[in-house]
T-cell receptor, first 116, second 111 residues
Framework: DTAVSQTPKYLVTQMGNDKSIKCEQN?????MYWYKQDSKKFLKIMFS???????INETVPNRFSPKSPDKAHLNLHINSLELGDSAVYFC???????????????FGPGTRLLVL | GQNIDQPTEMTATEGAIVQINCTYQ??????LFWYQQHAGEAPTFLSY????GLEEKGRFSSFLSRSKGYSYLLLKELQMKDSASYLC????????????FGAGTRLFVKA
């Protein structure tokens, strides 16, 4: 019973292609995230959605477009892939507790994207 | 801006104790997390501090001093399986919170 799942786990594609990564969480959380972890292992937030609404949009090229059809799903579409997009992309989810305290984030297994 | 610093790498011996430090500069602090990440795997939650002091959880403890912008993760009775990266993450912001991760400390546990 995977809490946060992502597909695909591995993605190898050519420069210039368009690809999507899907994420689903069965924890009932309100908030979902996309992170990028590059070769230096820096985990950087890209987007965050709360109840299907975009709340964080970091300085990310507009080739990256998140979509949240419902609060259990957050997909990431990438247009015109570039070599520098090669990284591991992690989806995560969390629930805001009372008093504004953020509960822990649960991460998906990651999608290893390699752009050739 | 927001900044999180932690050592890049540390080495320790099986059975020993190791302390991994984290310093941060943020606006609107709203909590500090420690995550463990094994190579090729997703980060997993270890601890959360929002008030000053020590939180103990089995072999792992985490300390926070908000006035100093400082936290540490203490790992006792080190085991080989503790070899991993340890990520310090701070939730902060004004007018909206987000979680910023440090670059992580790679811990090598040797026999």
């Amino acid at each position: 019973d995977t809490a946060v799942s992502q597909t695909p786990k591995y993605l190898v594609t050519q420069m210039g292609n368009d690809k999507s990564i899907k994420c689903e969480q069965n924890l009932g959380h309100d908030t979902m995230y996309w992170y990028k972890q590059d070769s230096k292992k820096f985990l950087k937030i890209m987007f965050s959605y709360n109840n299907k609404e975009l709340i964080i949009n970091e300085t990310v090229p507009n080739r990256f477009s998140p979509k949240s059809p419902d609060k259990a799903h957050l997909n990431l579409h990438i247009n015109s892939l570039e070599l520098g997009d090669s990284a591991v992309y992690f989806c995560a989810s969390s629930q805001e507790a009372s008093g504004g305290i953020q509960e822990t984030q649960y991460f998906g297994p990651g999608t290893r994207l390699l752009v050739l | 801006g927001q900044n999180i610093d932690q050592p890049t790498e540390m080495t320790a011996t099986e059975g020993a104790i190791v302390q991994i430090n984290c310093t941060y500069q943020t606006s609107g602090f709203n909590g500090l997390f420690w995550y463990q990440q094994h190579a090729g795997e997703a980060p997993t939650f270890l601890s959360y501090n929002v008030l000053d002091g020590l939180e103990e959880k089995g072999r792992f403890s985490s300390f926070l001093s908000r006035s100093k912008g400082y936290s540490y993760l203490l790992l006792k009775e080190l085991q080989m399986k503790d070899s991993a990266s340890y990520l310090c993450a701070v939730r902060a912001g004004i007018g909206g919170f987000k979680t910023i991760f440090g670059a992580g400390t790679r811990l090598f546990v040797k026999a």
